[in-house]
């Protein structure tokens, strides 16, 4: 099935059975994200807001809330799109294969954007940013946001569209300072392509030329989101999945997505920033209120009938790890070929994607040795680290494949192995004073943190227990001493004050546990707020640990010692407590969980969801 537009991807999953409407009316503050939530948790299907409150406009969710269902809408492109991809990624394969691609090469030419002297149908109506379904997610959230937006770019220096850069920065509609229907927020880092064309507008002294298209067919926002290899534009991506050329057109000097339901032009000014956020982000935890480019609204359009796509971020899982999924399934090996000698890399999802990596590489430089040891991966821990979104994560465990196949998702089996394997004195190894993800708080400021690269690699050199060591039970200020996987427990600690006391504390902690000894078979340890919570399950171990503590200044070891300027240990401590500068965690409001049960009782909209 080919769209054409939003309209034509609703009609289809209803009649398959992949969409619900709700008739009755919900509240844009917080009641439509947290309906939104219980059936995404559920593994529902995509819901249709009919009756949006203070608004005239429908809105929909969860439309890629499982790769099944994404995989059902592009369930006649994806295939051509994976082979497109592939031959990006490697076009030595259309020149030793020319007969093969001759369809991939046409998919792709039949792709390109295609201009149309006048935008109908979405310039039919123009509106005011106070008319859209102005939905609040979380209790603390700065006020409404969009959420599934596709910011639209030009280079100042080579204007036009296969120059452009689509991408999803979230949007600020109103709240905090901005005058509505008039100024609304956005939120991205200088590295990325907005960025970039900011930048050159600014040396130039002229304002930049920004539209944001909302809506229209699915694969619109999903090249939005998209890591395309070089030459390959998210317009034309944006055809080829879609199975349908881009189309189109110029209004005002804005670009004009002529399929999208709504479109927002307006331009951001060389040095003009209004404080963004608070927003419940994907890390489980709010992104607090800085300074970003403030948009100057020029015009708001809505095709007639428009409708509002939006999804729901919080602690993982969300519809966002399916995002990931179908880009994964899209992009295939690009990551193996984009780094010689990996074999797999993943980015976490319960640990909040960035905070934390898993790796395999090769081991290929030591094969005359007797001593299997990291010396490969560590070259390829450098090479992912400098890759793209990849250079974001705090912690990276890698290691190779010996005698036994590796699977990064099998998380405990993956673990074990490498835990089984590392030489704590030997493969540690720190980056400080770097570079982090702006909505990580766990570090020393604002995008500034630290990284830790974890690397195991030969013969299996202890025996991981699986109950608690009686060591960990005897230790005075530290209680509930809890198993969290083969090798790793977690012991409960009274609340962090600051890194100095910690220090001490830490110190005294490790020397207790090397006087007490018997850890031999337990390599981790992990200092929380609440043990019970982190055994829970791994999910919690993943998500607490890796999101709440900075390498260079949460971990620590027993037998800790510089030895040539590198830090070593017999096990390692890591401090996952919350801390005071760390940004609080989503928590739902309990009057609104209460409030929503109407739409699952008997007779409502929702009735047939199984919560």
Not at 76 to 84: A, K, P, S
Not at 116 to 136: F, G, N, R, T, Y
Not at 173 to 196: F, T, V
Request: net charge negative.
């Amino acid at each position: 099935m080919k769209y054409r537009n939003m309209e034509d991807c609703i009609n289809d999953l209803e009649q398959h059975g992949h969409l619900i409407r709700v008739k009755e009316q919900v509240d844009p503050n917080l009641e439509m994200a947290a309906i939104h939530m219980k059936v995404h948790e559920a593994k529902g299907p995509a819901l249709l807001f009919e009756n949006v409150k203070g608004s005239r406009f429908k809105a929909v969710s969860n439309l890629f809330g499982t790769v099944e269902r994404s995989k059902f809408m592009f369930r006649d492109t994806l295939e051509g799109v994976q082979r497109v991809m592939a031959v990006r990624d490697d076009p030595m394969k259309a020149l030793k294969t020319p007969l093969k691609h001759i369809s991939t090469g046409l998919a792709a030419w039949q792709a390109l954007p295609k201009q149309k002297s006048i935008s109908l149908p979405v310039s039919a109506q123009e509106i005011q940013i106070s008319d859209l379904p102005l939905i609040k997610h979380w209790p603390m959230d700065g006020g409404a946001f969009v959420t599934l937006p596709q910011v639209y770019s030009e280079d100042p220096d080579k204007p036009g569209i296969m120059n452009s850069n689509l991408g999803m920065y979230r949007v600020q509609l109103s709240g905090n300072d901005y005058e509505m229907n008039k100024e609304i927020g956005l939120h991205y880092q200088i590295h990325r392509g907005i960025g970039i064309h900011q930048a050159k507008a600014v040396k130039k002294g002229e304002p930049l030329k920004v539209s944001i298209f909302i809506g229209g067919p699915p694969a619109h926002t999903l090249s939005a989101v998209m890591p395309l290899p070089e030459g390959l534009s998210e317009m034309t991506f944006a055809g080829l999945l879609a199975g349908r050329r881009f189309r189109y057109s110029y209004r005002d000097g804005y670009c004009i997505s002529n399929d999208a339901d709504f479109v927002i032009t307006g331009e951001i000014y060389p040095g003009e920033t209004k404080p963004e956020g608070p927003f419940g982000d994907h890390l489980g935890y709010y992104s607090l209120t800085h300074e970003f480019p403030l948009m100057r609204v020029h015009k708001v359009y809505a095709k007639p009938n428009a409708i509002w796509p939006f999804t729901v971020v919080g602690r993982p899982p969300q519809e966002d790890t399916a995002f990931g999924d179908l880009i994964h399934e899209i992009t295939g090996d690009a990551i193996k070929q984009e780094i010689p000698g990996v074999k797999e890399v993943h980015a976490v999802d319960a640990a909040g994607v960035h905070p934390l990596l898993f790796a395999i590489g090769s081991e290929r430089y030591t094969p005359y040795t007797d001593v299997k040891q990291p010396t490969e991966l560590l070259t390829i821990a450098n090479r992912i680290l400098g890759t793209g979104q990849l250079s974001l994560a705090k912690y990276l465990f890698i290691t190779a494949e010996d005698k036994q196949p590796l699977d990064t998702h099998r998380e405990v089996e993956f673990l074990t192995y490498m835990l089984e394997r590392i030489d704590l004195q030997r493969d540690i190894h720190f980056y400080t004073h770097t570079t982090i993800d702006t909505l990580d708080y766990s570090g020393t400021g604002l995008n500034s943190g630290s990284k830790v690269v974890m690397a195991a690699y030969g013969d299996k050199i202890r025996e991981l227990c699986r109950e608690v060591p009686e060591a960990l039970k005897n230790v005075r200020g530290y209680e509930n001493a809890q198993l969290i996987m083969p090798g790793i427990v977690s012991v409960q600690a009274t609340a962090f004050t600051s890194y100095e006391h910690t220090a001490r504390e830490m110190q005294e902690f490790a020397a207790a546990l090397q006087e007490h000894g018997g850890l031999e078979t337990c390599p981790m340890i992990i200092v929380c707020d609440d043990s019970a919570f982190m055994s829970a399950n791994l999910n919690n171990f993943l998500w607490a640990t890796f999101t709440r503590s900075n390498p260079s200044h949460d971990m620590y070891g027993v037998n800790s010692s510089y030895a040539h300027k590198h830090w070593g240990c017999d096990q390692v401590i890591i401090d996952a407590r919350v801390k005071p500068h760390q940004a609080p965690p989503l928590v739902a409001d309990p009057s609104v969980e209460k409030g929503i049960e109407r739409f699952f009782a008997k007779g409502a909209s929702l009735e047939s969801i199984k919560l």
